[in-house]
C-alpha cells in the first residue's frame, strides 16, 4: 500500500520513535519520488512517499 506524505523523513522519524521499524529509511528514487518503506503486522509492505507535483505532471507525460 502506498500512503502520500508531504514530508517523508519527518513521518519516517514520529514512527521509529513509536517502534516502527523500517526496511527502507528514506531515499529518492529515480522516478523522482522519495520513498520509504515498512512492513505491517501482517507482512504486507508499506510505502511513504511524497511525489507531488511530478506525480500529476511527471517529464515524460505526452503533450496533448
Known amino acids: 500500500m502506498y500512503f502520500e506524505t508531504p514530508e ?3 513521518e519516517v ?3 521509529q520513535a513509536a517502534g516502527f521499524e523500517f526496511t527502507q529509511l528514506p ?7 522519495r ?3 515498512l512492513n505491517d503486522p501482517s507482512g504486507n509492505v508499506l510505502c511513504l512517499f511524497r511525489a ?3 506525480r ?3 517529464p515524460w507525460k505526452l503533450k496533448e
Open 52 to 54: 507531488g507535483e511530478i
Open 13 to 15: 522519524r514520529r514512527l
Open 27 to 33: 531515499r529518492d528514487e529515480p522516478w523522482p519520488w
Open 56 to 58: 500529476k505532471n511527471p
Open 35 to 37: 520513498e520509504a518503506r
Open 8 to 10: 517523508v523523513d519527518a
